[in-house]
T-cell receptor
Framework: GENVEQHPSTLSVQEGDSAVIKCTYSDSASNYFPWYKQELGKRPQLIIDIRSNVGEKKDQRIAVTLNKTAKHFSLHITETQPEDSAVYFCAANGGGSQGNLIFGKGTKLSVKP | DAGITQSPRHKVTETGTPVTLRCHQTENHRYMYWYRQDPGHGLRLIHYSYGVKDTDKGEVSDGYSVSRSKTEDFLLTLESATSSQTSVYFC????????????FGQGTRLTVV
């Protein structure tokens, strides 16, 4: 089945710096890669996603890149702010099945003022 | 927020007792999921459903069963709870069209003593 590896597990940056979180997946049939943000004590919420027919997608300060050949995708946050502090999860739909949404173990991002 | 509610929100139960968690949606979404969240493990898929009476196993299905007799309700049952099932359980829903967003419930904190 699908396996999603996420690195790093923790990341600390200064406010205004950029942050990059990387994920790899194992199932070449996966074709949908969402990223979720979870603030302390709250539910995960989608922040951006990318499909396998696209190499990059941007939404204001966040962007996601996908390399299908290497089976890895990354989240980029620019001009980080304290409110970006949270746990971020990447995911992939194993086997191209919407039901089989497999998550990485998460990255705890801390943005220091 | 998507119309998705979990009940109960908190539960303490004894080892060996049966426990049922309920997920209720008002969005008429086709897919429903149960995840568990544990420190260091991220979100792990337990079971998912792609329609009434249509369910499939996820990554960590041992010790859990599910049922979906109506579109709006997805039940997760621990037949005989063990301490290793102490966790936060999240239900999620998605439309079912390709690449649609998964919306999460508020979570249920289950403690097995």
């Amino acid at each position: 089945g699908e396996n999603v590896e996420q690195h790093p597990s923790t990341l600390s940056v200064q406010e205004g710096d950029s942050a990059v979180i990387k994920c790899t997946y194992s199932d070449s049939a996966s074709n949908y890669f969402p990223w979720y943000k979870q603030e302390l004590g709250k539910r995960p919420q989608l922040i951006i996603d990318i499909r396998s027919n696209v190499g990059e997608k941007k939404d204001q300060r966040i962007a996601v890149t996908l390399n299908k050949t290497a089976k890895h995708f990354s989240l980029h946050i620019t001009e980080t702010q304290p409110e970006d502090s949270a746990v971020y999860f990447c995911a992939a739909n194993g086997g191209g099945s919407q039901g089989n949404l497999i998550f990485g173990k998460g990255t705890k991002l801390s943005v220091k003022p | 927020d998507a119309g998705i509610t979990q009940s109960p929100r908190h539960k303490v139960t004894e080892t060996g007792t049966p426990v049922t968690l309920r997920c209720h949606q008002t969005e008429n979404h086709r897919y429903m999921y149960w995840y568990r969240q544990d420190p260091g493990h991220g979100l792990r898929l337990i079971h998912y459903s792609y329609g009434v009476k249509d369910t499939d196993k996820g990554e960590v299905s041992d010790g859990y069963s599910v049922s979906r007799s109506k579109t709006e309700d997805f039940l997760l049952t621990l037949e005989s709870a063990t301490s290793s099932q102490t966790s936060v359980y999240f239900c999620a829903i998605s439309e079912g069209s390709a690449f649609s967003e998964a919306f999460f419930g508020q979570g249920t904190r289950l403690t097995v003593v």
